[in-house]
């Protein structure tokens, strides 16, 4: 199975953990929007987007990727996030993004998510919320989640 791990990772290098995990387990490469061409991820069998969460919606740069990738006949993806808090009801972040790679024609078969650092602005006084993480557990989290869709292929 070829792989690739597509990362927008700005803050404090919580997501860029995550990306390195499951780019261990997947044996893909982990690259930033500017670092791949998109006609790359036409080689790939699966392809992982991820980034920590920003105003409740993945890094405005990573959207933008997406959005500008052609529609063709892809293979698998899925996606991956950090964030202080988890998914709301109300306004899931998880949703569009696979809704954006729906429509460039990939088939959307997982999603991990797990608290990490954050010093949005509410949070910057007191150093942040969610220190520490991701931690070791997460980091399990996120290779049991690799294993299971590399079991998939």
Known sequence: MKAMIVCVSVSHGNTQKVADVLGHVLEAPVVTPEQVDPAELSA?????????????SFHPGL?????????????????FATSGFPEPPFRPYTRPLTGLLE????????????????????????????KGRPDAADLVAARTFAEGLRAQE
């Not at 088939?107 to 969610?130: I, N």
């Open 103 to 130: 429509q460039k024609g990939f088939e959307v078969v997982g999603s991990f998510s797990c608290r990490a650092l954050d010093t949005w602005l509410p949070f910057k006084p007191v150093g942040g919320v969610r």
């Open 44 to 56: 790939c069998d699966l392809v992982g987007f991820g980034s920590g969460i920003f105003s409740m």
């Open 63 to 79: 959207r933008r990727f997406v959005r500008a990738l052609p529609r063709e006949q892809r293979r698998k993806a899925f996606v």
